[in-house]
C-alpha cells in the first residue's frame, strides 16, 4: 500500500526557531513536493524535487528552503520560524511518468508562537 | 493570477440528493484533472481524475464531467452521504513533469 509519512502531526515551535519538517516515501516515486494548506487559499506550493539533490522553488518558497539526500526522503526547513508559517503543512510524492496523481501525507499542522 | 478557481467556497446538500462541485481553468495546456477529498487533520486522498481527450468519467457515486470549450470541470456525487462532508480540490496537470496546480477547495456540507 502506497505510503507517504510525515515525521509530526502537531507542532508547536518558537518565534525564530528553526524547524525541521520531514518526509518520507516508500513506494521509490521520483518526484516529491511541499505544500501549505491555509483557510481559503487552498493549497500552495512551496517547493518540490524531481530527483535527489534537486530541488525547485514553488509559488511560495520565502523563508522556507528544503533538502533531498535520499530519494525516499524530503525535508522542509524554515529557518527562521515567523507566526505566518503557522499553517498545515503537506508533503507529497508522485511518479515521474505523466498524468498520475500525487500521494499525501496526513499532514503536520504547526503552529509558531 | 489563479488557473484554478472553485468560486463557491462552500456547498451544503440534504443527505440522498445530488452534490456538484464546479472547477474553471485558464490553462488550456492542462491534459489532466484530478480530484481530491479532504477530512480535517489530515492529508488530501485521490478520488477521480479525467483525461482531457475524455468529457466523462464515472466511478460508483462519482462522476467527473469536462466541458474543454467553456474551460470547466464539475464533480457530481449522487446519492450524498454524510460520509462525504469534506473539502474537495480540483487539480491540473499539464504535459511534462509539472506539479499539480489545486483550487482553493470548495467545503461539502452532507446534511442527514
Same mark, same amino acid.
Not at chain 2, 42 to 64: A, C, H, M
Not at chain 2, 91 to 101: K, R
Given at each position: 500500500d502506497v505510503k507517504v509519512t510525515q515525521s509530526s502531526r502537531y507542532l508547536v515551535k518558537r518565534t525564530g526557531e528553526k524547524v525541521f519538517l520531514e518526509c518520507v516515501q516508500d513506494m521509490d516515486h @521520483?518526484?516529491? =513536493?511541499?505544500?501549505?494548506?491555509? #483557510?481559503?487559499?487552498?493549497?500552495?506550493? $512551496?517547493? =518540490?524535487?524531481?530527483?535527489?539533490?534537486?530541488?525547485?522553488?514553488?509559488? $511560495? #518558497? @520565502?523563508?522556507?528552503?528544503?533538502?533531498? @539526500?535520499?530519494?525516499?526522503?524530503?525535508?522542509? $526547513?524554515? @529557518?527562521?520560524?515567523?507566526?505566518n508559517q503557522t499553517s498545515m503543512y503537506l508533503c507529497a510524492s508522485s511518479l515521474t511518468s505523466h498524468n498520475t496523481e500525487a500521494f499525501f501525507g496526513q499532514g503536520t499542522r504547526l503552529t509558531v508562537v | 493570477d489563479q488557473q484554478v478557481k472553485q468560486n463557491s467556497p462552500s456547498l451544503s446538500v440534504q443527505e440522498g440528493r445530488i452534490s456538484i462541485l464546479n472547477c474553471d481553468y485558464t490553462n488550456s495546456m492542462f491534459d489532466y484533472f484530478?480530484?481530491?477529498? *479532504?477530512? &480535517?487533520?489530515?492529508? &488530501?486522498?485521490?478520488? !477521480?481524475? !479525467?483525461?482531457?481527450? *475524455?468529457?466523462?468519467?464515472?466511478?460508483?457515486? +462519482?462522476?467527473? +464531467?469536462?466541458n474543454k470549450s467553456a474551460k470547466h470541470l464539475s464533480l457530481h456525487i449522487v446519492p450524498s452521504q454524510p460520509g462525504d462532508s469534506a473539502v474537495y480540490f480540483c487539480?491540473?496537470?499539464?504535459?511534462?513533469?509539472? &506539479?499539480?496546480?489545486f483550487g482553493k477547495g470548495t467545503r461539502l456540507s452532507v446534511i442527514a
Open positions: @521520483e518526484n516529491m =513536493f511541499w505544500y501549505r494548506q491555509d #483557510p481559503g487559499l487552498g493549497l500552495r506550493l $512551496i517547493y =518540490f524535487s524531481y530527483d535527489v539533490k534537486m530541488k525547485e522553488k514553488g509559488d $511560495i #518558497p @520565502e523563508g522556507y528552503s528544503v533538502s533531498r @539526500e535520499k530519494k525516499e526522503r524530503f525535508s522542509l $526547513i524554515l @529557518e527562521s520560524a515567523s507566526t | 484530478l480530484w481530491y477529498k *479532504k477530512y &480535517p487533520a489530515e492529508g &488530501p486522498t485521490f478520488l !477521480i481524475s !479525467i483525461s482531457s481527450i *475524455k468529457d466523462k468519467n464515472e466511478d460508483g457515486r +462519482f462522476t467527473v +464531467f469536462l487539480a491540473e496537470l499539464n504535459s511534462g513533469n509539472t &506539479p499539480l496546480v
